[in-house]
């Protein structure tokens, strides 16, 4: 359908009684005093590097495509920029002195509160694009980018109130802009995969300068973005020249329109000069030639629009009025922003997470009129009860839908219930199943998503750390991403080595996350429940060995099933098993901390010393209940931290310091800790695998010796 500017409606002009968005030389004259406004910022940036410390790149080059861009775009549409928009910014209407207040990284940063770089957008306005954070890391926003058009078309689809319409009830879109070397991202990729695959009504605008940092193109790629979009069948796709403005508003015109009223994606690639820095820590004339330099030169779009307004019979005194206007307002808006406070460094621990939702724990644990049920039966029920309740709530991953319901038959029935729009299965890319969940939280979507082995979670950290754990903090509040991501973890026997790992360190090293790990039926429930409802970002790990309670000595992962309204706060532990009173006031006791299966390895291994040993399930890694492993510690003076990972740099070591650290005053022995071997994988064979993990009967060696110490 497009293949160039030949094909794209034509912008009217006056002489034939047809405009396009009004009056066409208001217009142009916008466009202009924009660009103005920008090429001042750069150059004042510039005049002023000493004050501008911090790194940032501007549009310079790029301004006519950006612009074009941001005038089309509506309040109830989203927006995804990169570090170059500068311009895209302006013409969405927002101030040069609120994007210096960014670059200086000052208190009244209105996107990150001097958190994020310059052109690092974050915004909730009524009256404008919704942008959710954004990153630095090219390409990663292509992904949330996408989510976002994943939940608009849900909610669509389900007519739902949440949904940000036009005065009129017109349909938002969303544009995801990022440079030409971005796209040989492999996570790009996943994301056009899903666009099309889902019809999703998202602009994927490529500003294709030929420049990656100091990589050509030519010794980067073998085809640009136009050329690679081909393989991704029902792609639509446009080539524009970004550098004239005239083009570039037809171009976005006509993607605009028909992303708005098909509801299908495209691509345009807009092939523009690069005249400014990489950033300002990495200058032009380190790596480009005269030549090269002079080539971009030749297609500044600022002196052509200049001439073409000319043409159109604008004087230049008008032209020369604007110049002088811009240069004040930026010179005016600069001395705002260089005189603007600082952070108050008292705030730099705000904003990591939202309020959490459940905060006591709530409903009936023990109904009783309950059954037993298995702890893979309780997950599946929550989320059964979640989707019920929740029209907003989608259940999404691979091999979740209708056919399987999960390869542990965790979500079996629920396709069949709720309808393939809320149920359905993705392909195998992690990445996108996690960092969608970004895009699709800033609409208003709460997503449930699998991924199906912890050993596999791999490809989404990524997303995981560079969008989703970032954002709340990054937005200063504005975004956290309200996701609740599954992951059966831990051996289970013969798995094998790439189906029982466990990632719990791994995870726990990311800031902004949070990570749950129950042991039984009802915790499963309760924290399922109460992690839906948080509006951060929570993994569940699910331990497969007691999802059916199968392995020897977990039966009581089986629990009487809670009520519905049933939920417990993240950052609760419980204690498994008590110990005797008297032995503890002999000092004949200790405490063993441990969670999911270590639970079962401790219990087993007590019955050896009946009286002498107290059990904390954590239940949450974090936030984790420290009051209570602190207090459990000083009332026995002995401590045996026990966990399934490999020892070495783990998370039970990390906690074992702090609990010495912590209750050094009242430790009558040193706190021992309890792993898997530092193997680099488990073993296949059960004989192997046995030897690499705790088991009983290792536990109980440990608590004879710490007993005697």
Known sequence: MFKDNTSVPTLKTPANGQECSGNQEALLLKAYRLMRLARHMAATYEANRSTCKYVHSTS?????????????????DYASPYYRDDSLLLAMDFSPEELMMQLLAKAD???SAGRSYYCHPSSRRDDRPLIPHQSSATGMQVIPATGMAQGISYLEKTNSDVLRRGPDGELPVVLCSLGDGSVTEGEVSEAWQCAVLWQLPIIYLVQDNEWGISATAAETRVMDAYEYAAGFKGLERMRIDGSDFEKSYQGMEAAIHYVRTERKPILVQASVPLLGHHTSGVRKEWYRSAEDLAAHDRRDPLPQLRQLLLEKGIKETTLAAIDDETAHTIAAAFEIAV???APDPQTVQEHVFAPAAVTTEKGTRTPTSGSKVMMVDAALHAVEEILEQYPEAIFYGQDVGRRLGGVFREAATLAEKFGD?????????EAYIIGATAGLSAVGVKPIVEVQFADYIYPGFNQLVTEISKSCYLSAGKFPVQTLIRVPIGAYGGGGPYHSGSIETTLLSIKGIKVVYPSNGADMKGLMKAAFLDTNPVVMLEHKGLYWSKVPGTQDAMTIEPDKDYMIPLGKGRVALQAHPKDVQQGNSLCIITYGMGVYWAQA????????????????????DEALVFDTVNKHGKCLVLTEEQLNNSFAQALAARIQQNCFRKLDAPVFTLGALNLPAIPINTTLESAMLPTPEKVEAAIRELLVY
């Open 60 to 76: 310079g080059g790029h301004e006519a495509i950006q612009i074009a861009t941001g005038l089309q775009l509506q309040p109830w």
């Open 605 to 624: 291994a007590a019955k050896a010393f009946p009286g002498n040993v107290e059990i904390i399930d954590l239940r949450t890694l974090y936030p984790l």
């Open 339 to 341: 005189e603007a406070a």
């Open 109 to 111: 940063d209105p996107f």
């Open 421 to 429: 729009h809320r149920v359905y299965n993705t392909a195998i890319q």
